[in-house]
Every structure is written in structure tokens, then in C-alpha cells.
């Protein structure tokens, strides 16, 4: 592919948020790949020594990875030292799953503020992305047909997740969407309020899929491949409570995030990740055929996929432009890039 005119010079510092992720993982390596340095955030630089030590040893010790420690993403200046010097700033970090909203979505929403305004004071940023979700746009039901676009906002789980107590795990969901919901809201309103000498770009993926990096990553509650490979009935129960999911591959997420910091023409937009709704028999059968000598559970009759459809043109053009790949990442190719890693780690 011809090179691609970029908005900031390779060998440039950017700061990746929540560096210990799943998709902040993805998003690091193509970063790394493309020439440029990362300086990360963790919570806790003892916990999250292995991303230095191990899954980016050889871009630590050559000096091209930096991880440093923002133990509360919440407080006042949090990211104050951590944007110094840097060319562009990637927030993925967030709060996980809290059934009381006074816990959540103040302290998401007072970070990514913190981290803006850190930006503005810091002359050296020239581009900020927000990992949002579609959660910001959605709590969606088997029977809904909504067409998602820039405009689609979930204001539903707002007014669920403040509701009065008792705050039962049923809240946890609403509670974690009015969060993406919140901060992704906050992210445009100081956009239009402060009009910032950077450009601004959000991040919007379903429900990201595929090859783990590290161990850590497979053992995330949301990663129901490895559950479903498991077998543990009780888990597997857990698992079939809910939905198949709408699938978004990670490497796809991660060239929408690098493309929103690095692609000239891509300012103020919100790129929606998306790739193929599925059942749970769905995935079983991928496994299946690539471990025919594995004991699965049962094909379970009568599960449904959502029919919601998301406005994904521009982030399929950018796709196209970045990687020439026509087309989201099929549920396949998701499930065949993370079962081997499955496999080794859980015989």
C-alpha cells in the first residue's frame, strides 16, 4: 500500500490510556508497529509489570514504551504529568461494572474532563481519541430495529442508572452504559465549549472479539469464547442468559483508533465498530470445526440475533484505506485468531 500522509511524524509519543486492556493491547502493538512510541497508563505499575516486562519487553527496553502509574482516573490533575510531551492521546481506560452509579459515572465522566483539560494546557497534543462504546448508544433488544449514526445516544440507561435505590445487579448494565454515555456526551461538549486546539475523534465498537495478547486478557468477563471452550456449566449458564453478541473484531478496533489519530481527514467524527451479530451457537459451531475432536455443549434451539444495524461507512472506508481490507472481520477469522492462544493457555 502507498504511504499515508499522517497527522503526527512517526517516532512521536502517544499516551494510550488503560494500556493494561484488551483493546488498548491492540491498539499499543499497532501503534509500536507503525513507528511511534507509547507512554501507558496503568492504575497500578506493580500489577501491570508484565506489559513491560513481557508483552512489550523489546519496545520497553529499547526506550519506545514508557508505563506509568494513574492509580485514580477520577481525581483532579490525574493526568497532568502523564500528557507532558506527547503528540496525541488515545482514552480507553474506564470504570468496569458497579450497580450504584454515584460510584461510576461521575468519576468516568470527571476523568476524561481531567484529561481534556490536562490536553489543552499541554502544547505538544495535536490529536485526542475517546474509546466510547456502543453501550453509549444503545441498550439494545432482540426486537429492536434501530439504525445507529453519529447522532444515536442511549439517554434510556441515563435515566435507569439514576434511578432511585435499591441498586440490584440488574443497574449494573445501565449504570455502565449512562458512563460511556456521560463522558463520550462530555467529551463533545467541551469540544464545542472550549473549541480545542487539537482535533477531537471518538471511538464506538460493539462488542470487541479476538486474539488475546496475554493471558490476562483471555480471563476478562466478557471474553464468553473462552467460557464457552471451558464448558463450565455454571459459567456457560451465565453466558446463555444473555444475547449472542454483535461482533467487532479488536484488530479492527485498533486500526479505527490509530486512523482517528493519525488520519488527516478523519476530525470530529464518531466511528462506529461494528461486524456481524451472532448467536452463541454460532461461535460453538466456529470451535467446532476447529477442534472437531473437542466435547462441546449442545446446538441450543430458539436463539435470536439483534437486528440492529449501525451506519458504518466511514469506518469501513477507513478500513479499506489503512489495512485494504474490504469489510469488517468476519465472527470466523475473530474466533480463529483467538481460539489457538485458548487452546495453549487452557488444555
Known amino acids: 500500500m502507498a504511504e499515508i500522509k499522517t497527522t503526527i511524524p512517526k517516532g512521536s509519543w502517544i499516551l494510550v490510556t488503560g494500556a493494561s486492556g ?7 502493538k499497532e501503534f509500536l508497529g507503525r513507528g511511534y512510541k507509547i507512554r501507558g497508563t496503568v ?3 506493580n500489577k501491570y509489570s508484565w506489559l513491560a516486562g513481557d ?9 519506545n514504551l514508557d508505563i506509568v502509574q494513574v492509580p485514580d482516573l477520577g481525581a483532579e490533575h490525574a ?4 500528557v507532558k510531551g506527547v503528540s496525541a492521546i488515545v482514552h480507553i481506560a474506564t470504570i468496569g461494572f458497579d450497580t450504584n452509579p454515584n460510584n461510576v459515572i461521575p468519576r ?17 497534543v495535536q490529536q485526542f481519541v475517546y474509546t466510547s462504546s456502543i453501550a453509549a448508544m444503545i441498550s439494545p433488544k432482540l426486537e429492536d430495529t434501530t439504525r445507529l449514526t453519529a447522532d444515536t445516544w442511549n439517554d434510556e440507561a ?5 434511578g432511585p435505590p435499591p441498586y440490584e445487579p440488574s443497574r449494573a448494565w445501565p449504570v455502565y452504559a449512562a458512563s460511556k454515555t456521560e463522558a463520550e456526551k462530555a467529551v463533545w461538549e467541551f469540544v464545542n465549549e472550549k473549541h480545542p486546539k487539537f482535533t477531537v475523534n471518538a471511538v464506538v465498537p460493539a462488542t470487541v472479539l479476538g486474539e488475546c495478547l496475554s493471558k490476562t486478557h483471555a480471563e476478562l468477563g466478557h471474553m464468553w469464547p473462552k467460557i464457552l471452550y471451558e464448558g463450565n456449566p455454571d459459567a456457560i449458564a451465565g453466558v446463555l442468559a444473555m444475547p449472542g453478541p454483535i461482533q467487532h473484531d479488536v484488530k479492527d478496533c485498533a486500526i479505527l483508533h490509530v486512523a482517528a ?15 456481524q451479530s451472532c448467536t452463541w451457537n454460532d461461535i460453538v459451531a466456529i470451535m467446532r470445526k476447529l477442534c472437531p475432536d473437542r466435547k462441546f455443549i449442545d446446538e441450543i434451539p430458539g436463539l435470536d440475533k439483534y437486528k440492529i444495524t449501525a451506519d458504518d461507512k466511514q469506518s469501513l472506508a477507513i478500513l479499506k ?3 485494504g481490507q474490504d469489510g469488517w472481520t468476519s465472527l470466523e477469522e475473530s474466533i480463529t485468531r483467538h481460539l489457538p492462544n485458548i487452546v495453549k493457555w487452557y488444555p
Open 261 to 275: 489519530v493519525l488520519d488527516p481527514d478523519v476530525k470530529n467524527a464518531r466511528l462506529i465498530g461494528w461486524g
Open 22 to 28: 484488551f483493546v488498548a493491547s491492540h491498539v499499543i
Open 55 to 63: 508483552l512489550f519487553k523489546e519496545d520497553a527496553d529499547k526506550g
Open 158 to 162: 441515563v435515566k435507569q442508572a439514576w
Open 321 to 323: 484505506k489503512w489495512t
Open 108 to 124: 468516568v465522566v470527571a476523568g476524561t474532563k481531567s484529561l481534556l483539560e490536562a490536553a489543552m494546557k499541554e502544547p505538544s
Open 79 to 82: 493526568f497532568d504529568v502523564a
Open 43 to 45: 492504575r497500578d505499575l
